[in-house]
């Protein structure tokens, strides 16, 4: 893995086709690298935008660049399965549960990976391609990745660190709701269950749970050293205050994270002979310009005007890619952006 740049920011600003630009431009400067473009935004567009239809599996657009919009419940399911199947085994255990029938049925129909948060799911996929270990990432030299807004932004990068304490506090909640259900039931009944407890079976569960923790731990660690260091960060931004005072937020939940390269200032109103109220809004536009310019001085700073129509397919988002980069693009301006 060469590099993971990863596109930012408020909904609505352009992070979509910035990011499909971005990734097609890339894949035609450099024919010998393998790219990935990914949608981690819950309002998938990747498909709108390539007149193309992109799934849940990687989708080839040319000889060198795929993209994905995952589907974060099946990746919740597949690597949650296994911790789920041996909670419950653990909880059913309890001698009390297989007393009360619709206890275990209750706990067959709650804990699934449906009951599991949306952003610990999409961070799981997200662990998924980019763990060098067991990921998918080995076969792409770049990622371009299109993230939601700040919140759920700053959620990816939390949970590789954090994901033990995240599956871990899930777990023993719901765990110790059963615990809690049951506590009265086996005071009552604790002389008539004792025959029934395997306390040697519970503890071999709770060794192999103890061990996926630690597994599911390094992998956290391996992704969050990645993305230390091969990670670059591009915050998208439109010149208005709102999208202004969220890349200033972005850059400072994130810093911790990853290493912020650059701002894409997008959707800047071409100047016009006929239209005044245009020429006004530019105006308006480019002091916002300046503002982020000096807020974000010691970074690259791209400002790409407003095409006449909207970019879709490969035509389209390549022309936005020369207006965001310029005609003669090189591509280590894109992968290492420097102030010149």
């Known amino acids: 893995m060469e590099k993971i740049i990863v596109l930012g920011g408020k909904g609505g600003v352009g992070k979509s086709t ?21 949608s981690f ?75 599991i948060p949306l952003a610990l799911k999409n961070a799981m ?14 076969q792409f030299d770049i990622i371009v990745a299109d ?16 994901q033990v304490k995240v599956v871990l506090k899930y777990s023993l909640n719901f765990y110790n709701s059963i615990k809690e259900a049951v506590r009265k039931f086996s005071k009552m009944f604790r002389k008539l269950i004792k025959p029934f407890d ?68 997008n959707m800047i109103t071409p100047q016009s002979k006929k239209c005044d109220f245009c020429n006004n809004t530019r105006s308006i536009q480019l002091k916002y310009v300046e503002e982020i310019r000096k807020e974000f001085n010691n970074l690259k700073i791209w400002v790409s005007n407003r095409l006449e129509k909207e970019p879709f397919g490969l035509i389209g988002l390549r022309k936005l890619a020369q207006e965001v980069y310029g005609e003669k693009i090189n591509p280590d301006d894109i992968l290492n952006p420097q102030i010149y």
């Open 18 to 38: 910035i990011s499909a630009a971005t990734a097609i431009v890339l894949s035609d400067l450099l024919p010998d690298k393998k790219i990935l473009l990914i």
């Open 41 to 115: 935004d819950m309002a998938h567009n990747l498909t709108d935008l390539f007149n193309s239809e992109i799934g849940n599996k990687l989708t080839p657009l040319s000889k060198n660049l795929w993209a994905i919009e995952p589907d974060p419940d099946e990746y919740a399911e597949r690597y949650t399965k296994n911790l789920i199947t041996k909670m419950k085994a653990l909880m059913k255990e309890m001698p009390i549960v297989g007393l009360i029938p619709q206890l275990e049925k209750f706990m067959d129909n709650t804990f699934t990976a449906d009951s």
């Open 125 to 138: 996929f997200f662990q998924e391609i980019l763990d060098a270990e067991g990921g998918e990432s080995r």
């Open 147 to 162: 993230f939601p807004p700040t919140g759920n932004m700053v959620a990816l990068f939390e949970i590789p660190e954090d």
């Open 198 to 265: 395997d306390y040697k079976k519970r503890r071999e569960l709770g060794k192999e749970i103890f061990q996926m923790l630690v597994d599911l731990e390094n992998r956290g660690e391996r992704i969050t050293e990645l993305i230390h260091k091969v990670g670059s960060l591009r915050l998208v931004s439109i010149a208005e205050k709102p999208s202004f005072e969220e890349i200033k937020r972005a850059r400072d939940l994130t810093k911790k994270y990853i290493k912020l390269d650059g701002v894409h200032i």
